[in-house]
């Protein structure tokens, strides 16, 4: 059973910066692809990032040149950068995985979720 733990939320003023962490347990493997959600109050799900190992790594055009996306196989970990945060950047963010994901920003393809980590940004 994979379960996806997320953390490092928080309220920052804009400009500012955040790392989000999500750790992974049970059967993940360094090729799975990982990804990078959010949702604002009212909002559809969407897509920030995502990368699988020996594959491409995708961002939102939202969010490219301020977040960046990472993983640590050695501690199953997954990582997203946050800097130059902007008020719209407000959203539950969660973490997503799965083995076989044809299309990255589509939610539909991850079977296993985390419960999600609240950033909020100021102006």
């Known amino acids: 059973q994979v379960q996806l733990v997320e953390s490092g939320g928080g309220s920052v003023q804009a400009g500012g910066s955040l790392r989000l962490s999500c750790v992974a347990s049970?059967?993940?493997?360094?090729?799975?692809?990982m990804a990078w959600f959010r949702q604002a109050p009212g909002m559809e799900r969407e897509g920030v990032a995502s990368l699988a190992s020996g594959e491409t790594t995708y961002y939102a055009d939202s969010v490219l040149g301020r977040f960046t996306i990472s993983r640590d196989n050695a501690n199953n970990t997954l990582c997203l950068q946050m800097n130059s945060l902007k008020p719209e950047d407000t959203a539950m963010y969660y973490c997503?995985?799965?083995?076989?994901?044809?299309?990255?920003?589509?939610?539909?393809?991850?079977?296993?979720w985390g419960q999600g980590t609240q950033v909020t940004v100021s102006s």
């Open positions: 049970g059967n993940t493997y360094s090729w799975w692809r």
């Open positions: 997503a995985a799965d083995p076989f994901v044809p299309d990255w920003t589509q939610q539909k393809y991850y079977n296993y």
